[in-house]
Structures are given as structure tokens and as C-alpha cells.
């Protein structure tokens, strides 16, 4: 398997190289097990014109290669926190400013909607059975769709009515490439799922995100 293939060249590299202390070593590795770590708080905060990932790999490239992230545990067992992104195709997005995660919500059926900042667990009853979704519009060669708990995904696939997570993506984190800038952030989507990540780019005007505690 491809993935299983990418672990063990990852090993190799890291005993090909020598590394000085053992939290780098301990980061390394968790990298190569779970996929890298992502933060947009940190990266809000970056004026680098490249992300660069804790075990000091370069990362969410922009030129159609593959990054492999790992769940940010505490967003997914705890909740999200979340601000305001934007308004598009008659929805009203919001994006979680630790793990990127967006939100997706129609106009009409969006209740945070005189909300700054705002903190939601996710659906586990969508994770497990799926997510029915609307149709939101087609854009760059995918057809987006929505669920009504917010969570968004490009398709290549169209007029489909349910999206289901893989098991890959559970167990082995998501593997992501950039589709479009959208103002102040950079668009990821997983290449299994077509879950999609708004990471926070500094070059592209954004202002730093603040986790409110």
C-alpha cells in the first residue's frame, strides 16, 4: 500500500539522518505515524512564505503535492473553535482556528450567525453514518456539498446525496493538496474523503488568530 510505503521511507530518512535531541526525534516520529500537526494559530501568525511543520519538514505545499495530517484529537473529542471566514454561493463559512476544519452552513439555516467566535463538537452520528448533503456549486473540477451539520467536502462525484469517511482517513489522517486560494486562507482537501482544511497563509493579508480560552 502506498501509505504503508511512505511510513517506511520516513523511518529510513530519519535514520539516514541524525537527529540532535530526542523531542525532535519524538516529533519526527509522530509525524511519520499520525501525519503532521497543524495549527492555524501558528500559522496565522508565520510571516514565512512556506508552512513549516514542528519536526522541521516544509509542508502544505502549493504546487500539487501530497501532505499527510494527522486529527487534531483535542477539535475532534472536545470541540472546535471557530470564526467567521467569509460568505460564498449563498452560504456563510467558518473555520476552526486550530485544526482548519471549516464550516458550511446555508444562509437561511445558519444559527451562528451573530456569532464572533464560537465553540461545536462534532456530529458523531454523521462520522459514523454518514453526512447527507446538498449540493453547494461546482468549482475547481469538484462538485462541492454540505451537510447540515456544517461539514463540507469536494466531490469529484456529482448529484450525490450521502458522503461517508473512509476508514483510510481514520486510522491513517488525511492526505491533502491545495486546491484555491480563498482570500485569507489556503484550501486543502483530502484526496479519500474530500474532507477540506482553510489554513490561515500570513502573505495573503491574514491577520493572526487568537484561540479564545
Known sequence: MAELNLISRGFESIAAKPVTTLPRLLVKLGCILFGHSVDNSRFGRDALGSKVCLCGSAYLQKGGEETRIRHTVSC????????RAGERSGHREYVCVQCGHPLLFALQND????????????????????HRVHAVIERAGFSEYACE??????????????????????????YVSHVEQRG??????????????????????????????
Open 184 to 213: 485569507n486562507y489556503s484550501e486543502y482537501v483530502c484526496r479519500n474523503c474530500g474532507h477540506t482544511f482553510l489554513f490561515a497563509d500570513c502573505l495573503a493579508g491574514a491577520s493572526p488568530l487568537t484561540v479564545v480560552r
Open 111 to 130: 444559527v451562528y450567525s451573530n456569532e464572533a467566535f464560537f465553540r461545536k463538537s462534532v456530529r458523531y452520528l454523521c462520522n459514523l453514518f454518514g
Open 76 to 83: 475532534f473529542i472536545g470541540q472546535h473553535s471557530y470564526i
Open 149 to 174: 451539520c456544517g461539514h463540507s467536502f469536494l466531490k469529484r462525484a456529482r448529484r450525490l446525496k450521502k458522503v461517508k469517511h473512509p476508514l483510510i482517513c481514520l486510522l491513517a489522517g488525511h
